[in-house]
């Protein structure tokens, strides 16, 4: 099983093409929670992801003549990333399969860092067998992205750097695909500081290892569905499962809803961009899905910072609905002049913002003299909205909230 020791060679190995991500105690989060919050900013990882540790690891140790023959790998994304700029600084060739509806700005990114990639498969699963097809007929090494002790070494890395930027922390905690990112940080802790809690997170659609660890062996899904593509993997793997049961205290889930949100405080609170998996850590936290104690140190690991741009202008919408500052309705109007007036007035005495306002005469579940209105408002919180609600109907409006 993975040892200390492996995890403290990957560092070595790897210190020159890693950076030492920041480690940065957050007002906003602690003040939230009550417990005092650090966040591992390994978002800041080159490549945007902690991915290039373990791909360094395994790419470095590999003899003369298999760095010659190249490798192949299957990635969602950060994985690809990681690999291509570590093939590319040991000189080796590889390609990747990425499954086909990869987010763009990772295939792009893991060209960019000269990979030669692939597009192939719905899904993670699917890229792989594509890649193990490759593996074969190419004679190249294939990559794993967790199940292998090189690549979980080098994802243990961050666990010693959390230890040293942190001496004095409690709980840690760490988003779950594969496994090897928690295999490899809770080995790190647990062989040095025992008492430090390691708490895993999956999403809710993708929470194989819940399932798994319910059943005392691994247990796949058929198809897995999240926002955080970087942990939307169908089963965890064989060997991080064996070192999750022995070294993980707790895995719990989180729901999209609530990773929208805990990614849109980032965002506007921490001036801290991450994908949905670099989110969930935090809104473990912020949703309580494990007991904690007032000034407790806690350090969610904020993994990974790749997201498409237009994946990130769905989820902050999300975020604001969630946190009651952006809010749908649709009312029913006589069709006539000054009827939007006494509407607009009444939003207006309220101090919401109008972003959108949008007719519709045509449809038949109205009257042909009414027209239906559907308006976009920014609110202050849920307080406000809710006030807002309550002034619009008590004026006589029948109104339905759309989002
Ligand atoms: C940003 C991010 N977080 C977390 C993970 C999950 O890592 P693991 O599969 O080692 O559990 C991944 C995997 O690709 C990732 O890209």
Do not use: W
């Amino acid at each position: 099983m993975l040892s200390l020791s492996a995890i403290q060679d990957a560092r070595e190995r790897i210190a020159d093409a890693v950076r030492l991500t920041p480690m940065e105690y957050s007002y906003t989060f602690s003040e939230r929670t009550g417990a005092a919050v650090h966040l591992k900013l390994e978002n800041f990882q080159r490549t945007g992801a902690f991915k290039l540790r373990g791909a360094l690891n395994r790419i470095t140790t590999l003899s003369a003549a298999e760095q010659d023959a190249g490798v192949v790998t299957a990635s969602a994304g950060n994985h690809a990333q990681g690999v291509a700029l570590a093939a590319t600084r040991a000189g080796v060739d590889a390609t990747i399969v990425m499954p086909e509806h990869a987010p763009i700005s990772k295939v792009k990114a893991t060209r960019r860092y000269g990979g030669r990639v692939v597009l192939d498969g719905v899904d993670y699963e699917e890229a792989q067998a594509r890649a193990h097809e490759i593996e074969e007929k190419e004679d190249r090494t294939y990559v794993h992205a967790f199940d292998d002790e090189m690549v979980m070494a080098g994802q243990g890395t961050i666990g010693l750097e959390i230890l040293e930027q942190q001496p004095d922390v409690e709980t840690v905690i760490v988003p779950i695909g594969g496994g090897g990112l928690i295999s490899g940080i809770a080995t790190a802790i647990k062989a040095q500081q025992p008492d430090v809690r390691i708490i895993g997170v999956q999403a809710e659609g993708a929470s194989s290892v819940i399932d798994s660890l319910a059943a005392g062996e691994i247990r796949s899904r058929d198809s897995v569905d999240t926002v955080a593509d970087g942990i939307a993997t169908r089963s965890v793997g064989e060997q991080p499962f064996e070192i999750i049961q022995e070294r993980v205290d707790e895995v719990v889930t989180v729901s999209d809803e609530e990773i929208a949100l805990a990614l849109t405080l980032l965002l506007e609170r921490s001036k801290t961009l991450v994908e949905g998996a670099g989110a969930v850590a935090l809104s473990a936290l912020l949703e309580d899905r494990f007991e904690y104690d007032d000034d407790e140190v806690i350090v969610p690991v904020l993994c990974g910072g790749n997201i498409d741009m237009n994946v990130l202008t769905t989820v902050i919408l999300r975020g604001m609905i969630q946190l009651g500052r952006y809010l749908k309705i649709r009312t029913v109007l006589p069709d006539q002049p000054g009827a939007l007036e006494g509407l607009i007035e009444i939003i207006a005495d309220k101090g919401a913002n109008i972003y959108e306002i949008h007719h519709e005469r045509a449809s038949r579940e109205i009257g042909m003299s009414d027209t239906s209105v559907e308006l976009e408002l920014e609110t202050h919180g849920p307080e406000h909205a809710a006030d807002l609600l309550a002034t619009l109907r008590d004026a006589g409006y029948t109104v339905d909230v759309l989002e």
